[in-house]
């Protein structure tokens, strides 16, 4: 019922349909037995289209149905010619029935003539209803290994991660300790949602977004942890971002879960940071910060922030070769450090300046399933990025930031590159040495810098690459605070 509606057309039949129904289906949505036993009635009419008048007998045809749950209706209904008449249907769950889906066909019958209309409920005792809520703030840190599991499935829709290994069964389990936020909706606005942009190693945590303290109310494709727009790199990938698009006036529920591995049924719990936005209508900002590379592989490196949702790392992508997109091998939040290595597979960095582009995205992106406007991607930054490849070593500041306020252990890290071996990097405060660094990874060098002993005010900080009889240098003022 759920898949085929009333059923396939019968086009002579269709052209005698004797009645029509008002609705064409009937959704009594759900009963919440939790405090008890629950009934809705709807009614529904018929009307006589020509030669339906007389007397039909009212029947069902069982899809699906739970113990506990009854649909309670007339045996027969008498439709006067070229008249209507009304059905009322009720349907009941006891305080005890099972839980699940309730659906199929109410019949009309008269003689060979049959008609069908579908009909669903669903019978629940929501866990959303006894988890703590709290109110959602803009950054928030919570566990996931902690608390019991009130919900082990969130629906609709049913199935946001695609069927089961098996395509048997549940679709999910998410037998995480899920926690509760609520907030509210007081003005138009275009948007709301949370993401994840922080986890623990080894976990796995998703946000959903619900209309009401029930997990059977998420708020359709933008409401599940499922990148949800067509026109995105991560489209149906799970993004751990949860939305509302255009929501209504009201209070909106975020619950934070996680499930389990689909192969091996390892817990996927764990520790997670959420950030919420309301209203995000501004892209990311982009800047290059390696501008001037030696060809060949080098770091390519750039900071994308954003204030509102959080920069979405699957999104980050550079062209610096025509036809050729670098996808971001990493991308710090905290700092808005974007790294990208280039590949022994990829082809390298030529020599010259090549104009090329990249495009940021933020979590909303994600959730755009509608626009407004002529640009389809509101929430999408695409600039020019130029890459000029040298036969030099180049050495670029990456941490700390040129505003930067340092103190305790500060980390620097820079990205270097040569047309040969790099020997050494060091790092001077001034003309002290803090450390020299002989290895790094895919271009990226780093080390830390205890402030504790320098003095508090601007500092010099430089470094120094070394490679085969070339040498050169970059330099960032900071300041060290207490």
């Not at 109110?135 to 599991?149: A, C, E, I, M, Y």
């Amino acid at each position: 019922m759920l898949l085929e509606g009333a059923g396939l057309v019968n086009v002579p039949r269709a052209d005698n349909p004797k009645l029509f129904t008002t609705p064409a289906s009937l959704s009594f949505e759900d009963l919440d037995v939790t405090a008890g036993s629950a009934r809705r009635s709807l009614l529904f009419e018929v009307q006589d289209a020509g030669g339906g008048g007389g007397t039909w007998s009212l029947g069902l045809q069982t899809q699906a149905a739970t113990s506990g749950a009854f649909v309670e209706l007339p045996a027969t209904v008498a439709v006067p010619p070229g008249g209507t008449a009304e059905i009322p249907v009720v349907v009941r769950a006891n305080a005890t029935a099972a839980t699940g889906d309730n659906g199929g066909f109410i019949t009309l019958t008269q003689g060979s003539d049959v008609r069908r209309v579908p009909y669903y409920f669903a019978v629940e005792r929501p866990g959303a209803e006894i988890t703590p809520v709290v109110p959602l703030k803009k950054l928030q840190t919570g566990d996931t290994r902690t608390g019991k599991s009130n919900i082990s499935q969130y629906r609709f829709p049913t199935s946001p991660f695609g069927p089961p290994p098996t395509y048997t069964g549940a679709p999910m389990d998410e037998s995480g300790g899920e926690k509760l936020y609520s907030f509210h909706i007081s003005q138009p606005v275009a948007n709301a949602g949370a993401a994840i942009v922080g986890v623990s190693a080894g976990a796995l945590v998703e946000p959903w977004l619900l209309g009401s303290r029930d997990e059977n109310d998420v708020q359709g494709y933008p409401g599940t942890p499922v990148n949800a727009n067509v026109l995105t790199n991560g489209y149906r990938l799970d993004v751990g971002v949860a939305g509302v698009v255009f929501p209504r006036e009201k209070r909106y529920y975020v619950a934070v879960d996680s499930g389990r591995d689909i192969f091996t049924g390892r817990s996927l719990a764990g520790a997670y940071e959420l950030r919420s936005w309301v209203n995000d209508v501004t892209p990311p900002k982009f800047k290059l910060l390696t501008k001037r590379v030696a060809a060949g592989r080098p770091l390519l490196a750039a900071r994308v922030t954003d204030l509102g949702s959080g920069v979405d790392p699957l999104s980050l992508v550079i062209e610096y070769r025509n036809n050729v997109l670098l996808g971001a091998s990493l991308y710090d939040p905290a700092s808005g450090l974007a790294l990208f290595g280039i590949p022994r597979s990829a082809p390298p960095v030529r020599r010259g300046l090549f104009k090329g582009a990249a495009l940021a995205a933020d979590n909303q992106e994600s959730k755009n399933v509608d626009q407004i406007g002529a640009n389809v991607l509101p929430n999408t930054t695409i600039k020019r990025a130029n890459v000029r490849g040298t036969t030099r070593p180049t050495v670029t500041w990456l941490l700390p930031l040129g505003t930067s306020c340092v103190k305790g252990s500060a980390s620097l890290a820079v990205a270097a590159s040569a047309p040969s071996k790099i020997k050494a990097i060091r790092f001077y405060d001034g003309r002290r040495l803090i450390k020299t660094v002989r290895k790094g990874t895919i271009g990226l060098y780093g080390a830390s810098w205890r402030t504790r002993a320098a003095k508090r005010g601007p500092h010099k900080l430089r470094v120094v690459l070394q490679s085969r009889g070339r040498s050169v240098q970059a330099r960032r003022n900071v300041r060290v605070c207490r």
